[in-house]
């Protein structure tokens, strides 16, 4: 009988284990912690390749806190979500308050990643919004997984460290709730200024 | 050994059922849904592909068709004839994953549309209340959503999309101006179809 409960508990436990880590793998990036790994195509576009300034060239992939800045604002996104087709606007206005501000321009940085999406998607988007800063399709939902499946728009801010390694300092879903004070919290939470 | 068989089926239906639960498709946001829909989405989990018998093939004339909008219009195929390209867009079903990220992209694409002078009809076998609280979340549609509930289905078995528990498949059938099935598409229920293949298959009526 000792015998049984023994072998049961070891059952459970294992499976709770493997549940565990099965369920942290597949939550949100948490505030305090570092970004997973989540790699990306180099862009071909030189302005974009620009605005990344990831310090090589070529082709291949790069991974987010490559990306030349002290902030990272990561949108996740789709072509089909209306939320994001609304928040479009919001999203391109926070892009040039950043780059109309000296203290700012290359200092934070903001891309989109399409959950779901193809390129050809993500460009049909980009393309109807004017959207000035990359983006990059998800269409096997890899990048969507490794966030923990987020309802979309879902925002992330990572700040980049000087030796390369990096906290997640905002990560919420919604939509910024406000231009001036997503940008003064994201500011605040980096320690921008 | 009685009471060894009992007691190891038990941590074997313990096991199994951990793993369901591990393993179950619970995240309505797997599909990358939008927020808009907050909570309010049923996941029905992985379904079979396809599961209708297709009646219909490109080349084959379009059978007409009349049904309700949800703006209380009432739409009829052969209103068209002559006149527009027309795209019918079968949903399987309202407030449902993919479902409810797949009119709101095609309701910023107007321009690919009218660039092929053609028409979107949106149908699923959902009723007129149904259709109206849902679409309302995706904005202001620009395109006709019709309703296919009563008879029940009746144009989605007429077009061989109707599935074996009710409801439509995920297609995307383009009629040209004549009448003609140009291109049917019964796609992956679980999958949106990408819109690029339904971008080239409307380069093709020129």
């Known amino acids: 009988m000792k015998k049984i409960i023994v072998c049961w508990l070891a059952v459970v436990l294992t499976i709770l284990g493997v549940a565990g880590s099965a369920r942290t793998a597949n939550s949100p990036p948490a505030v305090g912690g570092t970004l997973p790994d989540i790699k990306l195509p180099i862009p071909n576009d030189s302005a974009e390749k ?3 300034d990831l310090g090589f060239f070529g082709f291949g992939t790069f991974k987010i806190p490559e990306i030349k800045a002290k902030l990272v604002i990561i949108e996740i996104f789709s072509m089909y979500c209306p939320y994001c087709q609304g928040e479009a606007p919001n999203v391109n206005q926070l ?57 979309t728009p879902y925002f992330i801010g990572v700040k980049i460290n000087t030796d390369g390694t990096n906290r997640v300092i905002y990560s919420k879903v919604g939509t910024l709730g406000g231009v001036d004070d997503f940008l003064s919290t994201l500011i605040k939470l980096s320690e921008l200024q | 050994m009685k ?9 074997l239906l313990t096991g199994m059922g951990l793993l369901i639960f591990i393993y179950a498709p619970a995240s309505q ?3 990358g849904l939008s927020d808009v829909f907050k909570n309010n989405i049923y996941n029905p989990g992985l379904l079979k592909p396809t599961d209708s018998v297709s009646k219909l093939k490109a080349g084959d004339r379009a059978p007409n068709f009349t049904l309700k909008a949800v703006s ?42 009218d660039k092929h002078d053609a028409i979107l009809l949106g149908i699923s076998v959902d009723n007129i209340p149904t259709l109206f609280s ?15 509930f009563w008879p ?23 009629i040209d101006k004549k009448g003609i099935i140009r291109y049917m598409d019964v796609h992956d229920i679980n999958k949106r179809p990408p819109l690029e293949d339904l971008v080239k298959e409307l380069e093709k009526l020129k």
Request: charge should be positive.
């Open chain 1, 50 to 52: 620009n605005y990344l």
């Open chain 1, 95 to 151: 892009y040039a308050k950043i780059d109309d501000n000296p203290s700012l321009k290359g200092k934070i940085k903001i891309i989109g990643i399409g959950a779901g999406n193809t390129s050809y998607e993500v460009g049909t988007f980009k393309k109807k919004y004017n959207v000035p800063f990359p983006l990059f399709a998800d269409g096997d939902y890899v990048i969507h997984k490794i966030v923990g499946e987020v309802r």
């Open chain 2, 3 to 11: 009471e060894h068989g009992r007691h190891f089926l038990f941590v």
């Open chain 2, 29 to 31: 946001a797997a599909f």
């Open chain 2, 72 to 113: 209380g219009e009432t739409i009829s195929l052969r209103q068209y004839r002559g006149k527009k390209n027309v795209v019918i867009s079968f949903v399987p079903a309202a407030w449902t994953p993919v479902c409810s990220d797949q009119w709101p992209g095609y309701n910023i694409v107007k321009d690919i549309f």
């Open chain 2, 134 to 148: 849902w679409t309302k979340q995706m904005g202001n549609l620009w395109f006709p959503v019709l309703s296919d």
């Open chain 2, 152 to 174: 029940h289905g009746k144009v989605a078995s007429m077009y061989g999309v109707l599935r074996a528990d009710g409801v439509a498949e995920r297609a995307l059938i383009i």
